[in-house]
């Protein structure tokens, strides 16, 4: 019986170890991890057999060219993970999900072009993560969001034309980066990584191959040395235009704004408003050369040169007007809160009472970020009358006298 009961009892010592493909060998460390190890074993796919107590499964250097979503289901406790030096071309999603201890992953030298960048959410604890040398030409910006123990990333030798802004943020732990010997086209969407490693204390290996392959002017010059003076960022001016350029002319009071941008690349101008019955959203011009409307039913009139109008201007139309310039470096957007009201023509009484009218004309603009960004969206009210033998003697001219009097009188000019 004694010799039974010790046998049963160095099967249960040596079970972890026992659970072992015949193409792996498993060993238990010192420090009580087992290791799985199925290098150089000319594997086609990832072996059965494992032992749910691995915790460090070594797979490089095989023939692996497909992992699925079950692949890894009897190694839950995986902490280490090497698949370098494969043919991995396709990563089903929850391929990683499930291996929530995972420290290391080594998913270098493959051939993966798309991977499940969501099951890295799961992997919070992972400190090293190395996909260099694959066929990587973008990720999400929020890919690497969750791994906030992430020491060590390697992304160089891959087909990475740009990354989004913010991809590196939310890495408190992250020592380490390689983005080197990618093909990145230096347009002004990556001027923030140059803005980046200027402040960051991340050592970025061998930055100086970090170079860009277009456009051709910067070609073979470094990320981190792209000109300040190739990327501005937008600069928006909304005014109020008294006549519109061009011959198209309305009854009724017509509200004109214009949007004046700068920047580098010149930015798109956008527009937005909301008024209590509806919500606009305008990329870009909506009215033609010929001064066709593109969309018949648009109600507001957004011109190439930033100029809106709308035509027969009413209580409806009161709101939020917005407009935004937006560029490969930033955005910035400039309000006005239109308000119509009823009146004779206080205009003459506002110039004489209003401080502002004998220094601030309806076309002055503080530069840049000198105007606080508070005063954007000041109130703006219109105040129009134009009784009918008014416009008769005008010869049917469009009436916006008095609006842009009483703009004079506000002081309106915004920007930012």
């Known amino acids: 019986m004694r010799p039974l009961l010790c046998c049963l009892g160095l099967a249960v010592l040596l079970g972890p170890c026992l659970a072992c493909p015949g193409a792996c060998s498993c ?34 250097a095989n023939r692996i060219s497909w992992l699925g979503q079950g692949s890894f289901v009897e190694v839950p406790e995986v902490q280490s993970l090497w698949l370098g030096y494969n043919q991995i071309g396709v990563v089903e999603p929850g391929a990683f999900a499930l291996l929530v201890h995972l420290k290391n992953l080594d998913l270098s ?34 890919a690497f969001r969750s791994l906030k123990d992430l020491r060590s990333l390697w992304l160089n030798d891959n087909e990475l034309t740009t990354l989004a802004e913010g991809t590196f943020d939310n890495l408190p732990s992250l020592s380490q980066l390689q ?12 001027f923030w990584l140059k803005k980046w490693t200027e402040n960051t204390s991340v050592s970025i290996t061998k930055g ?32 109020y235009l008294s006549n519109l350029d061009n011959t198209i002319t309305y009854d009724g ?71 935004l310039a937006v560029n490969d470096v930033g955005m910035r957007e400039v309000s006005v809160n239109v308000a119509l009201a009823g009146s004779e023509n206080p205009a003459e009484g506002l110039l004489r009472d209003d401080p502002l009218a004998s220094h601030l004309g309806g076309q002055s603009c503080f530069k840049g970020d ?29 009436p916006q006298l008095h609006l842009g009097t009483l703009l004079m009188a506000l002081g309106i000019a915004l920007c930012c």
């Open 27 to 60: 060993t238990t460390k010192k420090n009580g991890r087992l290791l799985a190890e199925c290098a150089y074993k000319d594997l086609q796919e990832v072996p059965e057999g494992l032992s749910s107590n691995v915790t460090i499964l070594t797979l490089s």
């Open 109 to 142: 030298h493959n051939k993966i072009a798309d991977f499940p960048w969501q099951d890295l959410h799961n992997l919070s604890g992972l400190q090293i993560l190395k996909m260099n040398n694959n066929r990587l030409a973008g990720l999400p910006r929020d």
């Open 179 to 190: 983005i080197f010997n990618n093909p990145f086209n230096c347009s002004c969407k990556v």
């Open 208 to 239: 100086g191959s970090t170079l860009c392959v277009a456009p051709r002017r910067l070609k073979g010059r470094a990320v981190t040395d792209i000109p300040d003076h190739h990327c501005v960022a937008p600069s928006v001016q909304l005014t």
């Open 253 to 323: 009071l017509t509200l004109t704004l214009h949007c004046s941008v700068a920047g580098s690349p010149l930015p798109e101008i956008r527009w937005k408003i909301q008024t209590s019955g509806r919500r606009v959203e305008i990329h870009g011009p909506n009215v033609a050369r010929d001064g066709n409307v593109k969309q018949s039913q648009e109600r507001f009139l957004v011109f190439k040169n930033g100029t809106m109008a709308i035509p027969n201007f009413s209580k409806e139309d009161e709101g939020i007007y917005t407009c």
């Open 370 to 398: 000198e105007m606080d960004s508070s005063s954007a969206g000041e109130k703006l009210v219109i105040v129009y009358h134009m009784p009918r033998e008014s416009k008769s003697k005008a010869g049917g001219a469009v």
